[in-house]
């Protein structure tokens, strides 16, 4: 219990100052970017899937990844979410999709799996972030600030 509260609090303690932590911009090779907490997302991690790099936490329960998709069907955010989540869709606790972009958050076992992507000309440029249920409210507000961070527009 002790350790599982300290590495709780290694990630925690960054988030909650997260409006004076210093932030960074992530980005791949095809030109998506995305801000985010530096002391929370320290280490390179493998890449991900679909192939982009990964940030994660020194703890390892946290996970940032960047990609680009090529579009070439030129898919809607709606065309999109509805086909890419179709065995995810009751687990959905959030989704929004607009003209531009589409985000969603589902819970994946004792993850929060969050993902937005903006759609811009043939390329769909995403980030997604995976983080322990249980910190759900310390991470509401540095998510929201990542996702509004996430270019282009």
């Given at each position: 219990?002790?350790?599982?509260?300290?590495?709780?609090?290694?990630?925690?303690?960054?988030?909650?100052?997260?409006?004076?932590?210093?932030?960074a911009?992530?980005?791949?090779?095809?030109?998506?970017?995305?801000?985010?907490?530096?002391?929370?997302f320290?280490?390179?991690g493998p890449?991900?899937?679909?192939?982009?790099?990964?940030?994660?936490?020194s703890?390892?329960?946290?996970?940032?990844?960047v990609?680009?998709?090529?579009?070439?069907?030129?898919a809607?955010?709606?065309?999109?979410i509805?086909?890419?989540?179709?065995?995810?869709?009751?687990?959905?606790?959030?989704?929004?999709?607009?003209?531009r972009?589409?985000?969603?958050s589902?819970?994946?076992?004792?993850?929060?799996?969050?993902?937005?992507?903006?759609?811009?000309?043939?390329s769909?440029?995403?980030?997604d972030v995976r983080?322990p249920?249980?910190?759900?409210?310390a991470?509401?507000?540095?998510?929201?600030?990542?996702?509004?961070s996430?270019?282009?527009?």
């Amino acid at each position: 219990m002790v350790k599982s509260c300290a590495a709780a609090l290694a990630v925690l303690l960054p988030l909650c100052a997260s409006a004076h932590a210093e932030w960074a911009s992530f980005s791949d090779a095809r030109g998506t970017s995305v801000g985010y907490p530096r002391e929370v997302f320290s280490l390179a991690g493998p890449s991900g899937e679909p192939p982009g790099p990964t940030l994660q936490s020194s703890d390892g329960r946290a996970r940032l990844h960047v990609f680009t998709l090529a579009n070439e069907r030129r898919a809607s955010p709606a065309e999109f979410i509805a086909r890419a989540v179709t065995d995810k869709r009751e687990r959905l606790s959030y989704k929004r999709v607009t003209r531009r972009f589409m985000v969603f958050s589902a819970a994946e076992g004792e993850l929060i799996l969050y993902r937005r992507c903006n759609f811009v000309g043939g390329s769909i440029h995403c980030f997604d972030v995976r983080y322990p249920r249980g910190d759900k409210r310390a991470w509401d507000g540095p998510v929201t600030r990542m996702s509004f961070s996430l270019s282009p527009r």
